[in-house]
C-alpha cells in the first residue's frame, strides 16, 4: 500500500519551455502533497505543501508564480516549471500523506533544461 | 530557525557490523522523527518512524530518541553492502505538517 508514482520519470526540455510533473497517489486519497527539490549530493529542500482544493504554501524563496501547483483531487497534484532555464534542472520530488505522519514519496522526475 | 543536522561522512563499516547514524534537531517541541533510506538517483523510502523516547526496533534496525536532548539516531545491525546509501533524518515539528530533512548522511558497508 501507499504507492505514489510520477510522471515523467525524466523530461529534457528546451530553457523558455514549461515543463508539467504529475503526482498521483495510487491506492490512498492523499490529503496533502509535497513537493520537493534536489540538488545533487544536496538534501530534499521542501518547494511548497498542496492541500486538496485549496492554495499551495509556498517556502521562502521558492517563486510560485514559477513553480505552478495545482491539487484538483485527492490523487493528483500537478507541479509545472514555467519559462524554465537550465538552474531548474534538478530532480523534483513529490510525496503524499493522508494523516499526521508519514509521508510516501513519488519515484522522482530528473529535469534537464538546455 | 528550525533546522536538522547530521554530519554528512561518508560512514565506513565492514559487512557485519553495526552502522550508527546520528542527527540532532533545533525543535524541542517537535513530534515526530523518520529516517529515510535514498539510493543514489532514486528518491527516499520509509524506513523508521518514532514518536515517543525509548528505542524502537524493526528487524535490523532500531531507532532511537531522545527528545531532551534533541536527538535521534539509527543503528544497522549486521550490516550489508546493499544497506550502501544516503540515510536521511526527517522532523515533522508541532505546527504544520512539512517535514524538514537533514543533509544525510552517506553510509558505505564494505564487503
Known amino acids: 500500500g501507499a504507492v505514489v508514482s510520477q510522471h515523467p520519470s525524466r523530461v529534457i526540455c528546451k530553457s523558455g519551455t514549461s515543463v508539467k510533473i504529475e503526482c498521483r497517489s495510487l491506492d490512498f486519497q492523499a490529503t496533502t502533497m509535497f513537493w520537493y527539490r534536489q540538488f545533487p549530493k544536496q538534501s530534499l529542500m521542501l518547494m511548497a505543501t498542496?492541500?486538496?482544493?485549496?492554495?499551495?504554501?509556498?517556502e521562502q524563496g521558492v517563486e510560485k508564480d514559477k513553480f505552478l501547483i495545482n491539487h484538483a483531487s485527492l490523487t493528483l497534484s500537478t507541479l509545472t516549471v514555467t519559462s524554465a532555464h537550465p538552474e531548474d534542472s534538478s530532480f523534483y520530488i513529490c510525496?503524499?500523506?493522508?494523516?499526521?505522519?508519514?509521508?510516501?514519496f513519488g519515484p522522482g522526475t530528473r529535469l534537464t533544461v538546455l | 530557525q528550525k533546522e536538522v543536522e547530521q554530519n554528512s561522512g561518508p560512514l565506513s563499516v565492514p559487512e557485519g557490523a553495526i552502522a550508527s547514524l546520528n542527527c540532532t534537531y533545533s525543535d524541542r517541541g517537535s513530534q515526530s522523527f523518520f529516517w529515510y533510506r535514498q539510493y543514489s538517483g532514486k528518491s527516499p523510502e520509509l524506513i523508521m518512524s518514532?514518536?515517543?523516547?525509548g528505542d524502537k526496533e524493526d528487524g535490523r534496525f532500531t531507532a532511537q530518541l531522545n527528545k531532551a536532548s534533541q536527538y535521534v539516531s539509527l543503528l544497522i545491525r549486521d550490516s550489508q553492502p546493499s544497506d550502501s546509501a544516503t540515510y536521511l533524518c526527517a522532523v515533522k515539528w508541532n505546527t504544520g505538517n512539512q517535514f524538514y530533512f537533514g543533509t544525510g548522511t552517506s553510509l558505505t558497508v564494505i564487503p
Open positions: 510525496s503524499a500523506s493522508y494523516g499526521l505522519n508519514e509521508q510516501f
Open positions: 498542496s492541500n486538496e482544493g485549496s492554495k499551495a504554501t509556498y
Open positions: 518514532i514518536y515517543s523516547n
